[in-house]
């Protein structure tokens, strides 16, 4: 039964910095995807940024692309979301998911509780 326990969420000011943690009780379970996806009050969930465990290849949505980095520490099975120069559109509920592909929301069959991110 894998677990995923999120963590490093807060409140910022705009410009600012955060880094999201993600443990992840089995990290080699599956050889697909693990990934950030967020959620604002009234809109859907969508993806931030996902990586391929086994081959390193990232994506990110364009509103993350050269301001948020996503990595992984297998030796730690921790997955991690480096956000900076936070911009208020960011405020959302941020998930970590595993097992599943790059932004296919539906295809991930593991999810966190989420860790929430506001900036102001």
């Known amino acids: 039964h894998v677990q995923l326990v999120e963590s490093g969420g807060g409140s910022v000011q705009a410009g600012g910095s955060l880094t999201l943690s993600c443990v992840v009780s089995?990290?080699?379970?599956?050889?697909?995807?693990v990934g950030w996806f967020r959620q604002a009050p009234g809109k859907e969930r969508e993806g931030v940024a996902s990586?391929?465990?086994?081959?390193?290849?990232?994506t990110y949505t364009d509103s993350a692309k050269g301001r948020f980095t996503i990595s992984q520490d297998s030796a730690k099975n921790t997955l991690y979301l480096e956000m900076n120069n936070l911009k208020p559109e960011d405020t959302a509920m941020y998930f970590c998911?595993?097992?599943?592909?790059?932004?296919?929301?539906?295809?991930?069959?593991?999810w966190g509780q989420g860790t929430q991110v506001t900036v102001s």
């Open positions: 089995v990290y080699t379970y599956s050889k697909r995807c």
């Open positions: 998911a595993a097992d599943g592909w790059w932004f296919e929301r539906s295809s991930y069959n593991v």
């Open positions: 990586i391929h465990i086994a081959s390193g290849r990232t």
